[in-house]
């Protein structure tokens, strides 16, 4: 006789927004400081193309690099949750600051590393002349926020473990607003008072807001848990299993990045006016993707807690269910871009060449928004459930078989910015498709 399984109470739409909404906030916060200082440096009166585009090249390369070397915050929040989920919390309260330590040696590492080859990068990107040289001035001081981004990215891990958003929120915003403020002003200057610093202004107001954020980070870290910065000289033995799911989400990143990369390079390649469109387009995508993301959090957080307490049908539920929330914010944000559609590329940039190349292709950014809340929201649940080495794989197929097949095959036809784009919907179908399916076949029988 078959036991007849209990039916479990699903999560509840109060528990999923407690945790979505702050992180949807504070996941906006960190896009909205690339956008801002693309928004104002495209509006400088002296090239202000070439100091647009190499914002935005900076910016792209700044958000994959950091997405690189920030999958300690997956993968601490992942083994935080899942522990607070079967009552351990005690097995890791060494590991966090050992894992906080470690990633400010690697941020440390990362900025010698790429600081003095600035130039070698960037020309990768095929930028050159005036933009190479905006490019290489803007990185060199925007890079040294690095160690105040990375260990912050590995305070707000734990948050999420903790299942509370709301501190982090807190720091972003405050970020977010000093960002705002000092980007004007250093930008454009203060007649009397504060000389322009232009394109370098941007970059420092960037440095002064992620250190607002750290400050704010370790106030709330020390307060709020009773994990502290105390080094043990005993090794957690939760700290191997942590760095190889770092390491597998590194590689699912650094797939993630070439991607990117790819669509940077080419859209560089084919004019200034083009990556400064590209620029643009990639930095509202970042920004729709960080805020559908949101509920990817909450689905980060729940779900480990609920694969630590074997709760499978809850676990069901909540995939249903944040994949609904997250596909209506997807055709909310698309639909409020498409009213505004010609608005929104003139707040970025005046020249009628960016923007005819903006105004061309941002339809096809905004129609693959629900496409991307699906792929967002399970790759949210199975970093959540540790799965990183199947989120590897899925991202390395999708680049490699997927988005740079594609893109060969439109920039041939002569496609450009139209065949970017293409690629990225391609990208997307595959690894949205790729994550339901597997997400199918392990969990809905056990639910």
């Not at 109470?9 to 999923?16: A, D, G, Y």
């Not at 647009?52 to 300690?72: H, K, R």
Request: aromatic fraction near 14%; include cysteine; proline fraction near 2%.
């Amino acid at each position: 006789m078959h036991s007849k399984k209990v039916k479990q109470p699903k999560v509840s739409f109060q528990e999923i927004n407690k945790i979505a909404i702050p992180a949807i906030i504070a996941g906006v916060a960190e896009p909205l400081i690339s956008l801002t200082d693309i928004a104002i440096i495209g509006n400088v009166n002296e090239n202000s193309v070439e100091a647009l585009a190499a914002a935005g090249i900076v910016g792209s390369f700044l958000s994959a690099l950091i997405w690189v070397i920030a999958q300690t915050k997956t993968a601490i929040s992942a083994t935080v949750s899942q522990h607070l989920g079967n009552n351990r919390l005690h097995a890791v309260r060494t590991l966090v600051p050992q894992t906080l330590y470690f990633n400010l040696a690697l941020s440390l590492v990362i900025y010698i590393t790429t600081a003095f080859f600035a130039e070698l990068i960037f020309s990768a990107y095929n930028a050159e002349g005036l933009i190479l040289q905006y490019t290489k001035s803007y990185y060199r001081i925007r890079a040294l926020g690095y160690p105040f981004t990375l260990v912050t990215f590995a305070i707000f891990g734990v948050f999420r473990g903790l299942q509370n958003t709301l501190w982090a929120m807190k720091c972003s915003l405050v970020g977010a607003t000093v960002n705002i403020i000092l980007s004007y002003i250093l930008v454009f200057g203060i007649e009397g008072i504060v000389p322009s610093y232009h394109i370098e202004g941007a970059a420092v107001a960037s440095v002064i807001a992620q250190l607002s954020m750290l400050l704010m980070a370790i106030y709330y870290y020390l307060k709020k848990t009773n994990f502290g910065f105390k080094l043990r000289r005993k090794i957690n033995p939760n700290l191997k299993p942590l760095l190889i799911m770092s390491f597998n989400l590194f590689l699912r990143t650094l797939a993630l990045n070439i991607a990117i990369y790819m669509a940077n390079a080419y859209a560089t390649d084919y004019g200034k006016s083009f990556i400064a469109a590209q620029s643009i387009l990639m930095n509202i995508w970042l920004f729709f993707s960080f805020f559908i993301d949101g509920y990817a959090n909450a689905g980060n957080a729940i779900g480990g807690r609920l694969l630590g307490a074997k709760a499978y049908q809850k676990l069901w539920l909540l995939s249903k269910d944040i994949s609904k929330y997250a596909v209506i914010i997807a055709l909310s944000l698309s639909f409020i871009c498409f009213i505004f559609y010609d608005q929104i590329g003139y707040v970025f940039n005046k020249d009628s060449d960016v923007l005819a190349a903006f105004s061309s292709v941002f339809w096809i950014v905004l129609l693959m928004q629900p496409i991307n809340a699906i792929a967002f929201m399970f790759d949210g649940i199975f970093k959540g459930l540790g799965e990183a080495k199947y989120l590897r794989n899925v991202l390395l197929i999708a680049t490699l078989l997927g988005f740079a097949p594609t893109l060969l095959i439109c920039d041939y036809f002569n496609l450009k910015l139209h065949g970017i784009w293409i690629a990225f919907t391609v990208w997307m179908l595959i690894r949205g498709g790729a994550l339901v399916i597997q997400f199918r076949l392990k969990y809905l029988n056990k639910a």
